[in-house]
């Protein structure tokens, strides 16, 4: 597509239950990110995929986030029994994935806000 | 690891003030620096990047940013901002290998007629 796609747009969840949230890359970007966007915190990485390599996890917060991206493309970032310090905005983001060229400008999506009552 | 420190977390101008909001990173190694902006309602966007080269880099709008590799700064400029500028900035940072990006704490610039 044009740009990077991410629904929803908004979540509204109780505290305990899972959530979905997914992301929908620009066509032929073989990097795709996730980050998590709230009052006072910026931008704090959470994950990145490259191609088929082995996704960089490093920056999940707990084992109740998970991410998974298939045939190269769409990625879903699931939250477990989520908490109310979860509520922030999701962002994903995606890009050629070439950092020697220089051509590793991230697009990113519109974010998903998740609101954990 | 990477790691982005944005100093100015708030900065308040009237049109037509010069603009510096201070980026440093820690790496160890050859980097690539960027600075992204979130104008409000609207998504994160690039403003400017460094890859090599020269390393005062000019942006969209006006903005411009210098890379002292001395002082692991990448400090971005302007020289009389506007109203329209008021959005949130971002400084971020990747080694030179790698694809991930760390951002910065980000910086909400709020400029008054």
């Known amino acids: 597509g044009a740009g990077v796609s991410q629904s929803p747009s908004n979540k509204v969840t109780e505290k305990g239950k899972d959530v979905e949230l997914r992301c929908d890359p620009i066509s032929g970007h073989t990097a795709l990110y996730w980050y998590r966007q709230s009052l006072g915190q910026g931008l704090e990485f959470l994950i990145y995929?490259?191609?088929?390599?082995?996704?960089?996890k490093s920056g999940l917060p707990s084992d109740r986030f998970s991410a998974e991206r298939t045939g190269g493309s769409v990625s879903t970032l699931t939250i477990q029994r989520t908490q109310q310090e979860d509520s922030a905005v999701y962002l994903c983001?995606?890009?050629?994935?070439?950092?020697?060229?220089?051509?590793?400008?991230?697009?990113f999506g519109a974010g998903s806000r998740l609101t954990v009552l | 690891a990477q790691s982005v420190s944005q100093h100015n977390h708030h900065v308040i101008l009237s049109e037509a003030a010069s603009l510096e909001l201070g980026c440093n990173y820690s790496y160890g190694g050859t980097v690539n620096l960027f600075w992204y902006v979130q104008y409000p309602g609207q998504h994160l966007q690039l403003l400017l990047k460094?890859?090599?080269?020269?390393?005062l880099v000019k942006g969209i709008k006006g903005f411009e940013a210098e890379f002292i590799k001395s002082k692991f700064s990448f400090n971005l400029r302007k020289p009389s901002v506007q109203w329209s500028d008021t959005a949130e900035y971002f400084c971020?940072?990747?080694?030179?290998?790698?694809?991930?990006?760390?951002f910065g704490t980000g910086t909400r610039l709020q400029v008054f007629p």
């Open positions: 983001a995606s890009s050629l994935g070439q950092p020697h060229s220089g051509a590793n400008v991230l697009t």
């Open positions: 971020a940072v990747n080694g030179w290998n790698t694809d991930k990006l760390i």
């Open positions: 995929f490259q191609g088929n390599s082995a996704p960089d």
């Open positions: 460094y890859f090599s080269g020269d390393p």
